[in-house]
């Protein structure tokens, strides 16, 4: 091989390496199938990873932090942290925060608080690994109660999905960016029932669309639940009418001579 060969080898050798090296890592949510740059987890004194933890924890006394390597993890990727009550051998642990690296880059992506009874309080997460907060949940009585989205990446949402008994109830969705909602879907045991739409921007319905055949089954079903309701107080009304006359008939009837007493 002569020397020029030899030097447009090396060269393409170099320049091949240069395009594995310099290509962007990525990562795709598991949920939407969409790709994105992967993030590189920030670095502190002594090159220690900061995983951009959201649970209050550093440097108080009543907190306590432990980590684990979850499901297809080979290093520790969710935290939890425990409020400590009490002290000596009566003292208690309560969960308070967990917080969770999705994606397995490093970066604490979702965290969910609890209130001093354990229960879920609110969630944050970032579903696109974009390092924004994209997803608000908020639970009431440790039930799903409130879904924010931010669709549109602008770090406000603009979808509100609203829950009754953790089925979904309401939608309010901002289509035109404008920060407020301008389309309100209603919902009866999870299904669209109708849907508003505010035509003129003043954050009020100019115009509802009604799903009659939603409709039609959700009033059938209201009627057979009175039905239902009715026919079971009338059996249970002859069933006590009937123990009644039971009873009475098996009371001893008085003797003659006492029916003749004035």
């Not at 240069?18 to 890592?25: L, M, R």
Request: charged fraction near 40%.
């Amino acid at each position: 091989m002569t020397s020029r060969a030899v030097v447009w080898t090396l060269a393409g050798s170099f320049l091949a390496l240069g395009a594995c090296t310099s290509a962007p890592a990525t990562t795709t949510n598991a949920f939407t199938g969409e790709t994105t740059p992967k993030r590189a987890p920030l670095r502190g004194p002594a090159y220690k990873v900061d995983d951009r933890s959201m649970c209050d924890w550093k440097g108080r006394k009543d907190r306590e932090a432990s980590e684990i390597a979850g499901p297809g993890s080979l290093h520790p990727n969710v935290r939890r942290v425990f409020l400590l009550v009490g002290m000596g051998e009566s003292q208690k642990k309560i969960l308070v925060c967990r917080e969770i690296d999705t994606n397995y880059d490093g970066v604490k992506d979702v965290v969910r608080r609890y209130t001093d009874k354990g229960e879920p309080l609110h969630e944050e997460s970032d579903t696109n690994y974009d390092g924004r907060i994209d997803t608000w949940i908020t639970f009431s009585r440790g039930k799903l109660a409130e879904v924010e989205l931010d669709n549109d990446r602008d770090g406000k949402p603009d979808e509100w999905k609203t829950y009754s008994e953790g089925k979904l109830s309401r939608i309010k969705r901002d289509q035109n960016r404008d920060g407020k909602p301008d389309v309100w879907e209603v919902y009866r045991e999870g299904k669209l029932e109708r849907m508003g739409v505010d035509l003129d921007a003043d954050e009020r319905v100019d115009r509802w669309d009604h799903d009659t055949e939603a409709r039609r089954r959700a009033e059938e079903a209201e009627r057979k639940k009175e039905e239902e309701a009715k026919k079971r107080e009338e059996e249970k009304r002859a069933a006590e009418k009937a123990d009644a006359e039971k009873d009475g008939e098996g009371e001893p009837k008085p003797a003659a001579d006492e029916k003749k007493k004035p």
